[in-house]
């Protein structure tokens, strides 16, 4: 039922090299106020082929698949399905021409039984009008046994696990007839074993003429399993590579980039390993759920200290538990010299942490409020008029965020206006500012420069150094594998919720980060 | 959607119009009304005697709107304060009439009741997790069946202590005693929220929780304290109003939520972007009440009060939304 659609699948087994094009992209382009997302990509994928698509985060990945679903129309650029070119507007486009998509977060209706899951949007069969479920659960049966689903369809996906999960979805898209089963980062959370079971019923259906675009972290995964595979480089295609030469030396090559940044050449030489002997911040055996599994670590007086790994291996999580913002499930944690053990950020906010979060509009600012306002939020009590007097002194808040405003270089008509109205790149210097009026031991930066352009992303970064000069320990999250090198005098790596790897001063290059960010914990490797 | 970049300048000049509507629509209503009522009323409406009548009747509204904007601004929704009030009112009563207290003593205690429904409410939304409209409903609902309890549904009304009664209907300097309550309670709130590191917190919390939190400012707290002061002017309102009446009685502040409610969501489109303020409050109490006196002038049936009311309401929530709408464009 699935694959009926599909003409001639003669040669179905290895290599689908003969098919002609089913999904077509070319010259698209796309972008968000500034920030040039993609900037003309091609892909080119053929029917019944397994093809990976490959790249770091902020490369383009995830603008690709929205704009395939209809989710984003693009700005510029082609798309073809079976050499006819196509405008895909809204997701029920992109289902009627044959595309599927599976995201990591799998969107079930928990309370809805898988078949009813699976048949959501489709028509069904009916007697009078009336669905009749007996003669659809027939209808479906097949095709669930086909992708291996052993549990009963009347499951409520509640109660299902998340490969479990995967299978209905699996299931759904081929109830659609889907030619094309686009697979956001399948194997996240599965274990080897279900990773081997998907693996498997990726083959099959590439088997049956259903292509699988398969967008996915872990290299192993793509070598193991693809027939091609596309890479991007900041919103470029960098790669496209077929089944012959594939392999992770070229995958790494193509995700990274030749290419060394000079932007950052300069900031680099600024770096110095204070090597202090005091720690300010020392982390044991941190723990929480399956995000941060055994997490320890020192973090010296004056030390800049990046967290770098891939998105989803616990940093965000990691931090959250050092700032009180989750409770933690086993670990201890001490500051200079004391025990910590935040309940909530006001506790870690007394203490002298400071967190400026990943999310800095909907977790770090009020955006209908004045820049005055969002700065002196973290310094209320040292504002007062007189301190027995609970009254506040307007003027000296506002001539603390003027002082602030200058320090920082936050470009803005006046301290009175609406946080909202700033650009990208001056909101996150308000946020990083709140943190600047109180005395402060650590100050936490995740993804300090995302959606910044690179004027103030230099800037943050030298305000990053000079807090560490003062004496404040650093620690600093990012994704983008070129920002850790000149700013940080030392990095951990995470991978799946552990510290992987330790890099050190000249040490820290983006191959190496890269290299230790694609680090598997030998499970989960397709056979 | 496609056209992004087109469309931007073209939609800043449409909703300029819009905008200043939300923001100065309610004041210049206010005085158009005032001028409308005076050219069609000469004698009765433009009056001293009558300006200060319109105060004294805006007065217990006004304390009991200005204590549920500080609710509002935490963002939350109080529906049990007009309950709260009435229990407050006959409480007052019983405990001078019943147990012999005297208005000294009685009055703090009420007033700590107030504090105390507050609290519960606070903690049921905070800790408990229960949606504030839900939650405040059913608190409200247990305080009518307090009330009924306490007062068996009957009027306290024999014994009430001169004193006590005087509290409202007296004046000092020609200015009756409620409207002065009215002006210090106003200006207290006012100092609450615009001019105290707590009432920044409040604002923030209101605004962004997470950012709140994210700042170390205890969200929980905030909005508990938020309930509370709503709570205290529940009870200001209900003891002022038993004492204008010389009685208590079961359901006699019921109707305060609502007024109370059409003067904040009125005053939150008043001078600010739909956002909730006192001074916006206290300009949307005073509409409701003026509006109220010209009906009451021109003689218009009773019905038209509860028409007045239901309208007002929803212009009141319309033109807040619309100025929400229309800020941060």
Redesign the interface.
Known sequence: MGNSAIQPVGAETATPATVSSLVRVTGLRKHYGGVRALKGVDLDLRAGEIHGLVGANGAGKSTLIKILAGLE?PDAGEISVDGTPVSIATPDQATALGLSFIHQELNLVPRMSALQNIMLGVPKASTLGLVDWRRVRQLVQPIATRVGIRFSLETPAAALSVAEGWLVSICRALVRRSRLIVMDEPTASLSAHECDNLFRIVRDLSGNGVAVLYVSHRLDEITGLCHHVTAFRDGLLAAQIDRASLNRARLVEAIVGTDKPETFALAAANVIAPESDEIALSVRNLRRGSAVRDVSFDLHKGEVLGLGGLVGSGRSETVRLI?G?DAMQGGQMTLCGRAFTPR???D???AGVG?V?EERR????????SVA?NL???S??G??VAPPL???S?RRRDKQAQEMSQRLLIKMPNVAT?V??LSGGNQQKVVIG?WLSRSLRVLILDEPSRGVDIGARQEIHRIIRELATQGVSIIVISSETEELPGLCDRVLVMVEGRIATELRGAAITREALVQASYLSTEESQPS | MTTASGAAPEQEKTSALPSLLAKYGTIVGLVIMIGAFSAMAPAAFPTLSNGINVLNQAALALIIAGGLTVAVIVGELDLSIGFAASFEGVLVTGLMVNDGLPPAVAIPIVLLVGALIGLINGLIVTKVGVNSVIATLGTGTIVVGLNFAYSSGAPIAAGVPDSFVNIALGRLWGIPHNVLIMIVVTALLWVLVERTSIGQSIQAVGGNPLAARFSGIRVDRIKIMGFMVAGVCAAITGILLASALGSGTTSAADSYLLTAFAAVFLGSATLRDGEFHIIGTLFGGLIIAIGFNGLAIFGAPTFYQYVFQGAILILAVGLSSLGRRYANR
């Open positions: 129309s700032f913002a909530t950020p006001h870690a906010v007394e967190l979060p909907s977790e770090g600012l009020v955006l209908a409020k306002f002196s939020l973290t209320l009590l504002l007062h609970p009254l506040m307007m609406p909202g109205r709140k």
